[in-house]
């Protein structure tokens, strides 16, 4: 079966079956290719760390902004 073969006969599935489809194409391709990180992608991520703020209070601090954003 040819590729514009399957194309044409995904045109006559219902929108459903088409998201249904993609649902199942999407898994298939996350499960052969997992997302890998590049440790450089975490520059700067920590920076306020670096001006000698005690972790534990950055640590308060960031939960009291989530907090915050989660009442609201």
Do not use: C
């Not at 520059?43 to 005690?54: E, H, V």
Request: charged share 25%.
């Amino acid at each position: 079966m040819s590729v514009m073969e399957v194309f044409r006969q995904v045109q006559q599935l219902t929108p459903e079956e088409q998201h249904q489809l993609w649902l199942l194409m999407q898994g298939l391709m996350d499960t052969q290719h997992p997302k890998t990180r590049n440790i450089l992608e975490f520059a700067g991520f920590a920076s306020a760390l670096a001006d000698d703020q005690d972790p534990q209070d950055y640590l308060r601090q960031l939960r009291a902004e989530w907090d915050k954003n989660y009442d609201d």
